[in-house]
Structure formats: structure tokens, C-alpha cells
């Protein structure tokens, strides 16, 4: 099982670049969302999805796009890479709403805007 | 507005010795409470969650946590730590919509010899 993956694992960009993050689950869930992480900040939720189509923003969603054309990807794009973007990124996973679900992550994306 | 506070940054425990993290939280409704480990470089694990019943929740590799409604906190236990258990911790709360998670800033534990 291949659960959430995210690609890539690392990544360089100069200031003003554009880049996507792929998020993809094999899990066939609903439910998708991406957070970035940040030394003594915790995770914060940028943006997420509960279903192909539909997307809302989280708590930090300026600077990012999302879209779902299908249940399996869920791309984070970066239209203009700025310093303050530099983070992890995590993607995250589940199957829906009911107090059962767990939520997967995948392994992150290390970002570095220079 | 939802928070989660985890006063803790660092914490040292010897190995075999107890362990207790903090986690409060401040939410409107009744939470759904979660703690996540984050080794080195890895994604997070779901340890335990909560979302009703049994305020004392076991979760995988020996730990628990309690609920304890009237003090808002949800802290986490282990009776003896293991060296491999050094690593990062997170406290999480959420409502139903399960992917609008509130992270704690973390607690990163140390496990000396």
C-alpha cells in the first residue's frame, strides 16, 4: 500500500518561481487537505478538500492554489515562491467525517524559497 | 476560536523512566482530540485519538492518554520510555470535519541513557 505520497521530497526554488506539490492517495478517500509546518508553529492547514471539486481554504491559504479534478491527487501549487513560503509540507488524507476515520500523512515536502 | 497549547518545548526523560506530556485545548464544542509522533525527517503517526466514551484512551507503542473535561487537557503518558521513542509529539483537536486540524506547536522529547 502505497497510502499518501507526496513528490518531491525536497526542493530549491529562487524567489518568484512557480512550483507544484503532488499529493496523490491510493486509499480512494474523500476527504484530502495540505498543511505546512514550521519551527515552533505547529501544523497549520492551508487549504483542503472534501471531495473531487470541491475545495476551501484553511487557516494560511495566501501564496497557494489548489484544485481536485479527482479523488486520488490533490496538487499544491505556489504561483510566486516567496521566502516566507520556505516550510514542510504535509499532505494528508482520510475517509470521511465519521469519528472512526483516521487521518494518514504522507512523508512531507521540504520547500526552500531562496 | 480553537487552540491547542503544549507549554513543553523540550522534554529529557531517562530511558525506563515515566513519562507525561501536556496538551490543553480550547474549543467550543466537544473536541476530538488526537496526538501525532513525528520522527526526524518522517510524516506524522497517529498515536491515539478521542472521541467519546472512555476518558482513558490506549493508543499504539505503550501509550495513553486521559481526558479530563474540566481541566480542557488531554495529556499524553507512558509508563517507561524506550530510547526509540525519542522523537517529536503533537496534540491536535479538531471538529467533525476531521481535516480541519489544530496543532499544538509540539513537544520535542529527549530520552537519555
Known amino acids: 500500500n502505497a497510502g499518501v505520497t507526496q513528490t518531491p521530497k525536497f526542493q530549491v526554488l529562487k524567489t518568484g518561481q512557480s512550483m507544484t506539490l503532488q499529493c496523490a492517495q491510493d486509499?480512494?478517500?474523500?476527504?484530502m487537505s495540505w498543511y505546512r509546518q514550521d519551527p515552533g508553529m505547529g501544523l497549520r492547514l492551508i487549504h483542503y478538500?472534501?471531495?473531487?471539486?470541491?475545495?476551501d481554504q484553511g487557516e494560511v491559504p495566501n501564496g497557494y492554489n489548489v484544485s481536485r479534478s479527482t479523488t486520488e491527487d490533490f496538487p499544491l501549487r505556489l504561483l510566486s515562491a516567496a521566502p516566507s513560503q520556505t516550510s514542510v509540507y504535509f499532505c494528508?488524507?482520510?475517509?470521511?467525517?465519521?469519528?472512526?476515520?483516521?487521518?494518514?500523512f504522507g512523508e512531507g515536502s521540504w520547500l526552500t524559497v531562496v | 476560536a480553537q487552540s491547542v497549547t503544549q507549554p513543553d518545548i523540550h522534554i529529557t526523560v531517562s530511558e525506563g523512566a515515566s513519562l507525561e506530556l501536556r496538551c490543553n485545548y480550547s474549543?467550543?464544542?466537544?473536541?476530538?482530540l488526537f496526538w501525532y509522533v513525528q520522527s526526524p525527517g518522517q510524516g506524522l503517526q497517529l498515536l491515539l485519538k478521542?472521541?467519546?466514551?472512555?476518558?482513558l484512551v490506549q493508543g499504539i507503542k505503550g501509550f495513553e492518554a486521559e481526558f479530563k473535561r474540566s481541566q480542557s487537557s488531554f495529556n499524553l503518558r507512558k509508563p517507561s520510555v524506550h530510547w526509540s521513542d525519542a522523537a517529536e509529539y503533537f496534540c491536535?483537536?479538531?471538529?467533525?470535519?476531521?481535516?480541519?486540524?489544530?496543532f499544538g506547536t509540539g513537544t520535542r522529547l529527549l530520552v537519555s541513557p
Open positions: 494528508a488524507s482520510s475517509s470521511g467525517q465519521r469519528s472512526g476515520n483516521t487521518i494518514y
Open positions: 486509499m480512494n478517500h474523500e476527504y
Open positions: 478538500s472534501v471531495g473531487a471539486g470541491i475545495t
Open positions: 474549543y467550543g464544542a466537544t473536541p476530538y
Open positions: 478521542y472521541f467519546s466514551g472512555d476518558t
Open positions: 491536535a483537536v479538531g471538529p467533525t470535519g476531521f481535516q480541519k486540524l489544530v
